[in-house]
C-alpha cells in the first residue's frame, strides 16, 4: 500500500519572513529531493517544488457558531483540507510543526473516519517546556505517534512535567546554512568594521533579537555601561532594534534582512544572548558560533545544550543578576586579546548544518514510512 506524506503548518510555506524552523524548510522545500507529498498551510505566493498544496481557508464566526466544540471549530479547516487530500487503501504521515492545537482535532478525526493505523503523525515542538496542561497533556500526547524535540533537555522536562510519554522521541535540532554563517579571513573582518565606522582597535561585543524584555537588552546595556567604563574601546552592536539608544559606545544597526545578519556576527568578536526566558533553542547562538563568535549566554532552557554544555560558549547561571555579565565580558575582552576566541576549536565539523538536517528529516521519513508498511 502506497504511503504519502503531509506536512502541516499554520504559516505558509514557503515562508518569506524570518523565523528559524521555517527557514530551514523552505530550504528543505527548494530541493529537487524531499519525502512530502503535500502541504496544508495558508495560501501562498509561491509553491514549492514536487509537492501538492491544500490551503487553509479562513475559519469564520458562522464556523464557531456552528459547532459548540471549541477545538473542532477552530480547526475544522484543517479536517477540510485533510479530506481533500486522503484517498483509500493510501497511509499517511502526518508531520505537525508546532501547532498543539491542532493535533487533537486531527486525530480524532482520522479515528472516526479511517483506521488510525494507517496513519503516522509526527510532531515537531519548536518550544522547550511543555505547553499543553496536565489535564489535557494525557489526549494529546497519546495521539502522537513520534514527538520531535529541539534538545534532549527540552524532552527531560515532558518526562518530568507528563506522567505517560508514550511516543517515539527524536531529538532534531534546529539548523544553520553553513555557508553563509561561517569566518572570514582579518582583512573581511575589518572591511565589515570600517562601513559601521569602527576602528582597528576596537573590541566589538553583539546583541541581536527582537526588541522584547525577555530577550535581555536591558540587561546588555546595564552591563556593558560598566565594561565600558574602563575599556574606551569597547563597543556594542544591536541589531534588530528601530529605536534612538544614547549610550557611549553603542551602535544601533537596526533591522536587517536575513541575508546580510552574516556580516555583522563576522565583525564582532563576542556574541552577548542574555534570554531571560527558557529558550526552545537560540538558532542565533549557532550562527554567531559558527562565524567565529566568542558566546556569552544564559543559561536558560536549551541553551545549555545549544553551546554544548559551556565546551562552545560560556553560561551565565543567574542571567537577571547584571554583575555576572559584566565580569564575563571582562574575561571575555582578557581572554580574545591574550588567545584568542579559545572555543572555536571545540566546534564539530557539520554541527547544525543544514544540510544534515535535511537528511535526517528525509530519513526520519522514510523510516515512518517503513514502519507504516510492515
Not at 49 to 64: E, G, I, P, T, W
Request: net charge positive; hydrophobic share 40%.
Amino acid at each position: 500500500m502506497k504511503v504519502e506524506v503531509i506536512l502541516i503548518s499554520e504559516l505558509p510555506l514557503p515562508f518569506s519572513k524570518i523565523a528559524s524552523w521555517t527557514n530551514m524548510y523552505n530550504h528543505l522545500l527548494n530541493k529537487d529531493k524531499h519525502q512530502f507529498d503535500y502541504i496544508i498551510c495558508p495560501e501562498v505566493k509561491t509553491e514549492a517544488k514536487n509537492v501538492s498544496y491544500a490551503f487553509l481557508r479562513k475559519v469564520s464566526m458562522v464556523d464557531r457558531v456552528k459547532n459548540k466544540l471549541p477545538s473542532k471549530s477552530i480547526h475544522v479547516n484543517y479536517l477540510e483540507a485533510l479530506e481533500k487530500i486522503i484517498k483509500p487503501n493510501r497511509k499517511y504521515i502526518l508531520q505537525i510543526v508546532d501547532n498543539s492545537g491542532v493535533v487533537v482535532p486531527i486525530h480524532n478525526y482520522i479515528s472516526e473516519k479511517y483506521k488510525r493505523e494507517d496513519f503516522y503523525i509526527q510532531y515537531y515542538f519548536q518550544g522547550f517546556a511543555p505547553i499543553v496542561s496536565r489535564k489535557r497533556g494525557k489526549q494529546f500526547l497519546y495521539a502522537i505517534n513520534e514527538f520531535f524535540f529541539l534538545t534532549h533537555a527540552s524532552y527531560k522536562e515532558y518526562l518530568n512535567f507528563y506522567d505517560d510519554c508514550p511516543f517515539k522521541v527524536r531529538v532534531m535540532n534546529n539548523a544553520i546554512d553553513l555557508n553563509k554563517f561561517k569566518r572570514i579571513t582579518e582583512q573581511q573582518k575589518n572591511q565589515f568594521r570600517n562601513e559601521i565606522g569602527l576602528l582597528e582597535g576596537d573590541f566589538v561585543f553583539m546583541w541581536c533579537s527582537q526588541d522584547r524584555p525577555k530577550k535581555g537588552l536591558h540587561v546588555v546595556l546595564d552591563a556593558f555601561a560598566k565594561v565600558y567604563k574602563t575599556n574606551k574601546n569597547a563597543k556594542l552592536i544591536i541589531v534588530g532594534v528601530n529605536r534612538e539608544i544614547n549610550q557611549e559606545g553603542v551602535i544601533v544597526i537596526g533591522r536587517v534582512e536575513n541575508h546580510l545578519l552574516p556580516k555583522y556576527y563576522q565583525m564582532s568578536d563576542v556574541y552577548l544572548f542574555p534570554s531571560l526566558w527558557k529558550e526552545g533553542f537560540g538558532i542565533v547562538l549557532a550562527e554567531a558560533m559558527h562565524c567565529g563568535c566568542y558566546i556569552i549566554a544564559s543559561d536558560q532552557g536549551g541553551i545549555k545544550e545549544v553551546v554544548g554544555n559551556g565546551l562552545y560558549g560560556t553560561l551565565i547561571e543567574y542571567p537577571n543578576i547584571v554583575k555576572y555579565w559584566v565580569d564575563a565580558m571582562h574575561i571575555a575582552i582578557q581572554t580574545c586579546k591574550e588567545d584568542g576566541n579559545p572555543y572555536i576549536e571545540n566546534l564539530p565539523k557539520g554541527l547544525y548544518s543544514l544540510e544534515n538536517w535535511c537528511s535526517d528529516i528525509n530519513n526520519v521519513i522514510i523510516e515512518a514510512k517503513n514502519w507504516l508498511k510492515k
